[in-house]
């Protein structure tokens, strides 16, 4: 039987370095590689455990359509303390789009711009 696991997310940019960045500075993440599939730049991150792909598009290429939509409509991230990260994140320059709410009771979530219309889901769950 075969299995499945989990392998990566793989967002396109017109400015993969400059995206790249964006994930290091914000979010902590690691760049572990860079590579030229197709002689376009892919810069490969490491986000929380999670291969982060960010290859190169041409400057012309569509953002995606503003939520709902269908398809992947976000990445989450989860924190132990909602208001510390939002209060980083401000420091650091990262919109917030809306939060922070109670999504339930003991989960709280904010949503937060990343580059090239990708959406950043922040949650904290107690309990």
Known sequence: MNTYRFDHIHLRSPDPEATAAFYVSAFGAEIRQRVMPGGKLRVILDLASVPLFIEEVPADTAAPPAPPFLGLEHVGLGVDDLDWALADLKAKGVPLISGPTEARPGVRIAFLQAPD?????????RG
Request: net charge neutral; proline share 0%.
């Open 117 to 125: 219309g990708v959406r950043v889901e922040l949650i904290e769950r």
